[in-house]
C-alpha cells in the first residue's frame, strides 16, 4: 500500500491523485480512440473528458452531501467543498448527465457518442480502483481468506485482514470493458452499450456491496445496493426496448392482400 508517492516541500502527491488522473487520461484515449474509427474528430475526447470530471465531481459530493444529511444542514458550505466525501455512484450520475449535456449542446449525434463514453467507463473505474487501493480506501468486511488485505495506512486505517473490494471491482470491470469493446463493432441500436454497461454495472456494484461496509437503509440492502439494482433494472429495460423496437421496425406490415 503505498498512499503517499512522493513529496515536493509542502505539497503529496498521493497515489489517489495520480491514479484519478490516470483514469480520466486512460477514459479519453478510449474515447478517441472509438471516435477516430467512427471517422469522427478524436480531439473531441479532451471536451468530454473535462465534462466528465465536472460533473463528476458536481455529482459525487452531492451524492455525499446528500447521504450525510446532518453534516449538510450543520454546516453546507464546509461539507460541500471540503476535500472529502467523493463517491463513485454520485460521480457516474454527474458525469454521464454533463457528458449527455455537452453531445446535446455540440450536435453530436446523441446514441452513438453515448455508446462511445460507455467503454471508457470501465477503464476510469478499473484504474480509479487501483488508486483506492493503493490509498487504502473504499475496502469490506473482515474476512479470514487467504487474499485478504490490511490496510494499516488506510482511510480508516485496518490492521485485520479485510475484503479487498477495490480489487474485486477491477477483476468484475476488466470483463465488462471488454464485452463493450468486442460489441463496438457489432450492428447494434444506438444505446445499446450504454444501457448494457448500466446493467452489467448495477449487478458488479450490487454483488460487492455484500462485502462493503456501508449502512443498511431498507430490506437489509445498502443505499448503493438500491442504486445499483435501479440501474441494473433500467438497463435491462432499455435493451430490451431497444431489441423490441428493432425487431418490430423489421417486421414488414401486412398488407390487404396479403391476408
Not at 446535446?104 to 480509479?128: E, F, Q, T, Y
Not at 465488462?176 to 448500466?198: H, M, N, V, Y
Request: with cysteine; hydrophobic share 50%.
Amino acid at each position: 500500500m503505498y498512499p503517499t508517492l512522493f513529496r515536493i516541500g509542502d505539497f503529496t502527491v498521493t497515489s489517489y491523485g495520480v491514479m484519478l488522473v490516470l483514469a480520466f487520461v486512460g477514459a479519453g484515449l478510449v474515447v478517441a480512440s472509438e471516435w477516430k474509427r467512427r471517422g469522427w474528430d478524436p480531439a473531441a475526447a479532451q471536451d468530454i473528458v473535462l465534462a466528465a470530471m465536472v460533473g463528476g465531481i458536481v455529482g459525487s459530493k452531492l451524492y455525499w452531501a446528500l447521504d450525510h444529511w446532518a453534516a449538510l444542514t450543520a454546516d453546507p458550505f464546509g461539507t460541500l467543498f471540503s476535500r472529502g466525501g467523493f463517491t463513485y455512484l454520485g460521480g457516474l450520475a454527474g458525469g454521464v448527465f454533463a457528458v449527455m449535456a455537452l453531445i446535446a449542446w455540440r450536435g453530436w449525434p446523441m446514441g452513438k457518442a453515448v455508446d462511445s463514453c460507455a467503454l471508457a467507463v470501465p477503464v476510469g473505474n478499473i484504474l480509479g480502483r487501483v488508486g483506492c487501493f493503493l490509498v487504502g480506501d473504499d475496502y469490506g468486511h473482515p474476512t479470514d481468506l487467504p487474499w485478504g488485505v490490511a490496510f494499516p495506512e488506510g482511510s480508516p486505517p485496518t490492521a485485520e485482514p479485510v475484503h479487498p473490494t477495490q480489487i474485486y471491482e477491477i477483476l468484475f470491470s476488466l470483463p465488462i470493458f471488454g464485452l463493450l469493446w468486442w460489441q463496438r463493432t457489432k450492428d447494434l441500436p444506438d444505446f445499446f452499450l450504454f444501457w448494457e454497461f448500466c446493467f452489467l454495472y448495477g449487478v458488479q456494484r450490487f454483488v460487492i456491496e455484500i462485502w462493503r461496509i456501508n449502512p443498511e437503509i431498507a430490506l437489509g440492502l445498502t443505499g448503493a445496493q438500491w442504486l445499483s439494482l435501479s440501474m441494473a433494472v433500467l438497463g435491462a429495460g432499455g435493451m430490451a426496448w431497444l431489441w423490441r423496437a428493432r425487431k418490430a421496425s423489421e417486421v414488414e406490415p401486412v398488407t390487404a392482400t396479403a391476408r
